[in-house]
């Protein structure tokens, strides 16, 4: 067995092996990235929505909640919040009236710090958030409670 | 017994720093880590002086630096002596060192007292926003310092293996790092669109531990093998090549199992659910390894302990990144378990069995002669290092097992049902806390262990005159 199959064999699949699907990874890239636009509903990333992106990373939502899945997994899953919490014409109304009411103060209970958002901040997260629920995820999350 | 004796070249003693720190930072990870799981029963606790996300991000940030910290020390010490030669330059090593520790300490002080908004504004996320992204929370600064001390490294170990001999470890060594290194500039690279962000970002974060992280692993396992073994390079060296093929003709298109439900297209439940399945491959080929390699040894080294943890690494690695990814890899399944207690279940064990305890095993092997004990502590003193690897092992399995309960009861309460009958994210959270408990309590445990493991480097100092390891003859390999 040692005589038939080499070190210079198994080399030279790992070079051949890891170059092939490398190129195959970045042929799914192209492809990926030629999708992005019709699934993820481009025309409608306005700058609203970009500055909102900004507006979740630098208070680090990510650390608590999840987005479409991913991030931390302490508070709800907001990839959807904009259905879950009042779609069309509610979600505009809800979450800035959320934002502002955190902390709750109820004793024991996971606790949402207050992020002194401006309203044209709270405006932003709004589009940001409303934008996501849109996108293409294949049907992801399973139901309204993400 | 001068140290001069216990390893070969003068330069690889800079390691030394590097793995005292990394432990250090081990330590802190370990503590914030219990802080969040009580954090997980008592919603509120240290809040607001100590948010939730707060205490994640030095968590998680501290554990990806000390292995970081223990990769590089792991180089600077195995690839001199691989590649034949003094490293290229020791005082780069000791300057990147200071640099890497004050910019680790400087970013986690930031972290702690500074709210995150501000930290953000203060560090120009506005001239190019890299920050709030998970484990990519630094400041820009700081991941500037990460290019820059990695740039460093990269060219000291490069430059000694330039110069020296080249074994298939330090080949594959310096590739993962390299490796490593490249895929970090992707943290500098943040979409507008979300979906693009998501798509890159995990060109950091699963080409780093299911991709080039798995090459430093294997070689390192395949050096710490050499060593203790005594068996043939030429057998050790073509297991590492099949080791590491199946790692990246698995792994590279396995990175679709992220791109299920983030907005990429479908093509991806298919390549994603397919490849991923046979990424344990290369972790079950580490166990074969392992432990035939220990079987068919041609010396009874004396450091017992670094025997165990290369045989309970590539299991444990085997059983966290293998089975418990299996788990959850395929899309039908992930549909349901998607962003929830079974995705921590399996991060921690695979964090812990591939990359913290391959660390431990370089650790062990190498600190004995960095510190001129001898080839291995004494007796007394591994037998605390096995109690710290034991009580860290069954407690990381424990901290899976109730995580998984965790999971699956969450899937069965939220994300099964219809939307209606579907339990709401909170409400299924106090339905775990029994989980939560147990989980914490586990956490307890493995910061016994880590305790103990670090006192067996006390342990060693102590050593009676009788109860020292047979000193080797030198070696040969």
């Known amino acids: 067995m040692s005589e038939t199959f080499t070190k210079g064999m198994a080399r030279n699949i790992y070079y051949g092996g890891s170059l092939f699907f490398i190129l195959v990874f970045l042929a799914l890239a192209y ?116 | 017994m001068s140290s001069q004796t216990l390893f070969k070249f003068e330069s690889q003693k800079v390691a030394k720093p590097y793995f005292v720190f990394a432990l250090m930072l081990f330590v802190g990870q370990i503590l914030f880590g219990l802080i969040m799981g009580l954090q997980y029963i008592i919603g509120d606790f240290l809040f607001p002086l100590l948010p939730f996300n707060v205490a994640r991000m030095v968590h998680t940030n501290l554990l990806i630096v000390w292995l970081l910290f223990g990769f590089m020390g792991a180089a600077y010490y195995l690839i001199p002596e691989e590649a034949d030669r003094e490293l290229h330059s020791p005082k780069l090593a000791i300057l990147m060192f200071w640099v890497f520790a004050i910019a680790g300490v400087l970013t986690i002080l930031g972290y702690l007292f500074v709210p995150y908004a501000k930290l953000a504004e203060m560090t120009g996320n506005n001239i190019l926003a890299t920050m709030g992204r998970e484990f990519l929370e630094q400041p820009l600064p700081t991941k500037v310092g990460i290019v820059v001390v990695a740039l460093a490294f990269l060219y000291n170990v490069g430059m000694t293996v330039l110069k020296g001999r080249k074994t298939a470890v330090n080949v594959v060594l310096m590739t993962g790092l390299i490796g490593l290194a490249l895929l970090f500039l992707f943290a500098f690279y943040n979409p507008e669109n979300l979906t693009r962000d998501k798509y890159y970002w995990w060109y950091v974060v699963h080409l780093w531990v299911e991709g080039v992280w798995e090459l430093i692993m294997a070689s390192i396992l395949a050096y710490v093998l050499i060593k203790i073994t005594g068996v043939d390079r030429e057998v050790i060296e073509k297991w590492l090549y099949v080791i590491v093929a199946l790692a990246l003709i698995s792994g590279i298109l396995g990175t679709g199992h992220h791109y299920f439900f983030i907005g990429a297209p479908a093509v991806w439940l298919w390549v994603g659910s397919i490849f991923s399945t046979l990424e344990p491959l290369p972790f079950f080929v580490m166990v074969l390894f392992a432990f035939n390699m220990i079987n068919r040894r041609r010396r009874e080294h004396p450091n017992k302990a670094a025997a165990m943890w290369a045989m309970g690494t590539a299991v444990m690695a085997f059983l966290g990144a293998g089975v418990w990814g299996f788990l959850h890899t395929l899309a039908p399944v992930n549909y349901y378990t998607h962003g929830a207690q079974i995705t921590a279940a399996h991060g921690h064990m695979a964090f812990y069995g591939a990359y913290a305890m391959i660390v431990m095993c370089i650790i062990s092997y190498a600190m004995p002669k960095l510190r001129g004990i001898g080839e291995a502590p004494s007796n007394k003193a591994q037998v605390l290092e096995l109690w710290g690897f034991w009580l860290m092992t069954v407690s990381m399995v424990f901290i899976t097992l109730f995580l998984t309960g965790a999971g699956v009861v969450e899937v069965w309460l939220r994300r099964l049902p219809e939307s209606g009958a579907a339990m709401s994210f909170m409400d299924t959270q106090d339905q775990l806390m029994l989980f939560y408990w147990l989980r914490l309590v586990s956490g307890v445990g493995f910061l016994i262990g880590l305790i103990c493991y670090l006192c067996s480097f006390k342990k060693s100092l102590q050593t009676a005159a009788d109860d020292r390891p047979v000193p080797l003859p030198a070696e040969t390999a």
């Open chain 1, 31 to 146: 492809h990926t990235e030629k999708t992005i636009p019709e699934r993820t509903n481009a025309d409608q990333l306005t700058e609203a929505v970009v500055r909102g992106k900004h507006v979740y990373e630098s208070n680090n939502c990510s650390g608590c909640h999840s987005l479409l899945g991913e991030g931390a997994y302490f508070a709800p899953e907001l990839g959807n919040v904009f259905h879950r919490r009042g779609g069309e014409d509610g979600f505009k109304f809800f979450l800035p009236a959320w934002m502002k009411a955190q902390p709750t103060g109820v004793p024991g209970r996971r606790q949402m710090p207050q992020f002194n958002l401006t309203d044209q901040q709270l405006s932003d997260l709004t589009e940001f958030l409303e934008w996501t629920a849109k996108i293409n995820t294949n049907n992801w999350p399973p139901n309204i409670e993400g």
